[in-house]
C-alpha cells in the first residue's frame, strides 16, 4: 500500500502514546504538521523559539508523562534547539527530536537547510537517523523511542527528507507497537555483599541522584531501616522527601547546609544511587567519600569516575533497589537508631533561623519566601528552578516533597531553562501547581515563551528574582577580581513586559508583601492564567554552596596563584 512519510509518523506516534509535539513549522515539516492536526490524541504546539520548545519537551520527559517530542525544521531549528538537546542529553533525559530534511532525490546541491545535523547532534543525542525510505519510517521511530527511554535515557534524533514526508510511497503494514522486555534483574552476589557493608557500618549514609527518583518508596524504607542521613544531587532533589526527618539537603561537604556537612561528616559508608559525582553535586569535587563507597547506576561508566567505589551494581534503581532492600532485611529486620535524626532537626531550624534573621533590608527575604510559598503549595506541586544563584536557593531553602516534583539545569547548565520547562510541566500536568524561579538573566534568555504560555491558557506562576545582575557570577567574581565584569543587567519593567506578552503581573518589592503577593498570584494561576510576580529578592548573603565552592576551588590553587588573585583583590579594595 502507499502512504505518505507524514501519515507513517503520525502513526507511529500515536502508537508510542506522544500527545504533543513542540516547534515552528517550516517548508519541511508542513505535511507532517497537517497530518499531526487531524490526530485526536496528538496536539503539534507552536511556540516562539525552538530553544524554549526543548526545554518544554524536557519537562515533558522529566514530569514522567511521556516522551518529550519536538517536530522542528532542519538546521535553523536544530541549531535553535541544540540547548534544550545538550541539556536532556547531558541530564539523562529521554527526548525525541523529529526534523524535516532536504530534498533526498532532487539532485540539486545547496538547498535550504542543507547540513550535516547528524555530526552536529552526535555528541548530545544517544543515536541519529536519516530516514532512506518510507518503509523505515515507523521501525525507526519505534526503535528510537525505544533507545531513548531505555538503558541511561536521552535525546534520539530522527531526520526525514521532505520528499518522503510529504509523498506517498510503498510500506508493507503499518505495525503496532511492542514494548521491550522488563530491566534485568543484578547480579546477586553483588547486592549480597552490599547490603552487608551497610548493615555492619556504624553510620552509613545515601547520597540520591535523578536515577533513583523513581524508586522512592524503597528509597525511604531502605534510609529508615538503616536510619541513614539522605542527601540528594541537584537535579535529585526530589529523589528523596524534603520534610522526611533523614533528609538533609543537596550535597555532602563544606558547600551544603550544616545538616548535610555535619551528618555525612561521621559516616563510615556511603551508599551512591543514579549519580555520576559531577561538579555540581559534589561541589566542585569538595567531598571526600569513605573507603567503603557502594555505587548504583544504569550506566556502569560513571563507577569510579571521580571515586574509588568498593562495590558497584549495574541497573535501574526501579530494581537494583528493591533488590538490595530485600537483601538489607534479611540481613537487619529491624530499624537501627543512630540518633542523627535529632541533630538533622536542630541544624536545620539553626540555618533556617540563620537566614531570616539576615538584615534584607527593603527588599525580600529568601528564606522568608520560600518558607511562605512552601506553606501555599500543595505537596505535589512541581517546582522548575532556572541556572544561576537562585537555584542553590531553592536547593538550600525550599523542600521538594515529591518524586519528579522539582527539575532545573544540571552538569549542562542552559540558562533559559525554567520559562519553557515550567510552561511544559503545566501543560503535561494541568490539574498541579507549577511555580518556576528563574533569575532575571535567565527570564531575558526565553522569557517570550510566556506569549506561549498566555495563548494556550497554561496557569503557570514565575517568580523573577530581580536584583539586576547575573548574580551567581557576579559572586564568583567579588572575591579573585572585587569588580564585576558583564554582570550587571539594564533595568527592566516586568509589569510592561507581563502586559506586552499577555500575562497576569503581581509586584513583590519587600517582605511586607510575601504574604498578599503569594495569595493573588496563586487565584490567578488557578483561574487558568500565567502569571509573572518581580521578586525584589535580596542576594545579599551567599548560599552555602556559593561560598563552599568558592573556598574549594581557592584551596586547590598554587601558593603564588592565591598570592596573586587577593592581593589584586586588596589593591582594587584600596584603589577601585
Request: hydrophobic fraction near 40%; aromatic fraction near 6%.
Amino acid at each position: 500500500m502507499k502512504k505518505t512519510g507524514a501519515t507513517l509518523v503520525r502513526h507511529a506516534l500515536e502508537q508510542l502514546g506522544i500527545r504533543r509535539t513542540f516547534g515552528i513549522p517550516g517548508v519541511h515539516t508542513t505535511e507532517i504538521y497537517d497530518e499531526l492536526n487531524r490526530s485526536e490524541s496528538i496536539e503539534p504546539t507552536l511556540v516562539t523559539h525552538e530553544c524554549g520548545g526543548a526545554f518544554m519537551a524536557d519537562a515533558i520527559s522529566r514530569t514522567g508523562a511521556e516522551l518529550g517530542t519536538m517536530l522542528i525544521v532542519p538546521a535553523a531549528g536544530v541549531t535553535h534547539a541544540a540547548s534544550g538537546i545538550g541539556e536532556a542529553g547531558i541530564d539523562g533525559i529521554p527526548m525525541m527530536i523529529i526534523s524535516g530534511g532536504i530534498h533526498s532525490e532532487s539532485g540539486h546541491r545547496y538547498q535550504l537547510h542543507e547540513m550535516d545535523q547528524h555530526a552536529l547532534l552526535k555528541p548530545i543525542t544517544k543515536k541519529t537517523w536519516r530516514i532512506a525510505s518510507h518503509r523505515e519510517i515507523i521501525p525507526t521511530l519505534y526503535e528510537a523511542y525505544d533507545i531513548a527511554m531505555g538503558g541511561e535515557p536521552g535525546p534520539v534524533f530522527i531526520e526525514i527528507p521532505v520528499n518522503i514526508s510529504n509523498f506517498l510511497g510503498d510500506v508493507d503494514d503499518m505495525p503496532l507497537y511492542k514494548a521491550p522486555p522488563e530491566p534485568k534483574q543484578p547480579e546477586q552476589s553483588l547486592v549480597d555483599a552490599a547490603a552487608q557493608a551497610l548493615v555492619q557500618a556504624k553510620q552509613p549514609g545515601i547520597f540520591a541522584g535523578w536515577g533513583s527518583v523513581d524508586a522512592q518508596a524503597e528509597l525511604i524504607e531502605l534510609a529508615e531501616l538503616l536510619d541513614a542521613p539522605v542527601s540528594t544531587t541537584l537535579q535529585g532533589l526530589s529523589a528523596f522527601p524534603g520534610n522526611h526527618p533523614l533528609h538533609t539537603g543537596m550535597g555532602m561537604g563544606n558547600y551544603a547546609v550544616p545538616a548535610a556537612t555535619n551528618a555525612f561528616a561521621k559516616i563510615d559508608c556511603l551508599l551512591a544511587i543514579g549519580t555520576r559525582f559531577s561538579e555540581i553535586p559534589t561541589g566542585s569535587y569538595g567531598i571526600n567519600p569513605p573507603e567503603t563507597l557502594i555505587h548504583m547506576d544504569i550506566n556502569p561508566e560513571v563507577f569510579s569516575a571521580n571515586y574509588p567505589a568498593s562495590h558497584t551494581i549495574e541497573g535501574d534503581a526501579r530494581v537494583t533497589l528493591p533488590a538490595l532492600l530485600k537483601a538489607v532485611k534479611t540481613l537487619q529486620p529491624t530499624a537501627a537508631n543512630t540518633g542523627i535524626r535529632e541533630q538533622i532537626a536542630q541544624d536545620k531550624a539553626a540555618y533556617k533561623k540563620e537566614w531570616r534573621d539576615h538584615d534584607s533590608g527593603d527588599r525580600v527575604n529568601p528564606e522568608l519566601f520560600f518558607s511562605h510559598l512552601r506553606e501555599r503549595l500543595d505537596d505535589d506541586a512541581i517546582v522548575v528552578a532556572d541556572d544561576g544563584n537562585h537555584t542553590f536557593l531553592v536547593a538550600e531553602l525550599l523542600p521538594i516533597l515529591g518524586a519528579r516534583n522539582y527539575m532545573s539545569p544540571s552538569d549542562f547548565n542552559a540558562m533559559g531553562y525554567c520559562v519553557p520547562d515550567a510552561i511544559g510541566a503545566k501543560l503535561a500536568n494541568p490539574k498541579r501547581q507549577v511555580v518556576g524561579i528563574v533569575g532575571d538573566g535567565a527570564l531575558l534568555m526565553t522569557g517570550m515563551e510566556l506569549v506561549t504560555a498566555a495563548r494556550l491558557g497554561v496557569g503557570v506562576m514565575i517568580f523573577v528574582f530581580n536584583d539586576g545582575e547575573l548574580s551567581q557570577i557576579a559572586q564568583a567574581q567579588q572575591i579573585p577580581y572585587n569588580q564585576k565584569t558583564c554582570t550587571v543587567l539594564g533595568a527592566m519593567d516586568y509589569e510592561a513586559f507581563a502586559k506586552a506578552v499577555g500575562v497576569e503581573f503581581v509586584s513583590m518589592a519587600g517582605n511586607e508583601d510575601i504574604s498578599d503577593s503569594l495569595e493573588i498570584a496563586l487565584l490567578k494561576s488557578a483561574a487558568g492564567r500565567p502569571v509573572l510576580v518581580d521578586v525584589r529578592i535580596d542576594y545579599s548573603k551567599s548560599t552555602r554552596f556559593t561560598k563552599g565552592v568558592v573556598k574549594t576551588n581557592l584551596g586547590r590553587m598554587a601558593t603564588r596563584d592565591k598570592v596573586r588573585i587577593v592581593g589584586r583583590a586588596l589593591w582594587r579594595k584600596v584603589r577601585p
